[in-house]
């Protein structure tokens, strides 16, 4: 089992930014490729960004693609969301998701992934 905990959310004004964090505890040793998710009031979850296991291929929505970057820590343990001009639309409950995998791919479909955190809340006002 993993467990995932997202923190970094809050409030800021267009412009702005925010970094989330995404932390994975459990079944040490394995890996696990991870994305970003977000889901505004009214709307269906939708995918922001993801990472293979390494960290070196990654895939953004194109919403995001240029103001958003997905990392990873050495330890591969923390996975991070720099958030940068930030726009109202990203309004959002933000969740982080992990699926095992070795193959270094990376995953852009909710279906993919079987480990979800709890969400982190991100208002961005105009």
């Known amino acids: 089992q993993v467990r995932l905990v997202e923190s970094g959310g809050g409030a800021v004004q267009a412009g702005g930014s925010l970094r989330l964090s995404c932390a994975a505890s459990?079944?040490?040793?394995?890996?696990?490729?991870m994305g970003w998710f977000r889901q505004a009031p009214g709307k269906e979850r939708e995918f922001v960004a993801a990472s293979s296991y390494s960290g070196a291929s990654t895939y953004y929505a194109d919403s995001v693609k240029g103001r958003f970057t997905i990392s990873r820590d050495n330890a591969k343990t923390t996975m991070y969301l720099q958030m940068n001009s930030l726009k109202p639309d990203d309004t959002a409950v933000y969740y982080c998701a992990a699926r095992q995998d070795v193959s270094g791919s990376y995953y852009y479909t909710s279906v993919a992934y079987n480990y979800w955190g709890q969400g982190t809340q991100v208002t961005v006002s105009s």
């Open positions: 459990g079944r040490a040793g394995s890996t696990y490729a």
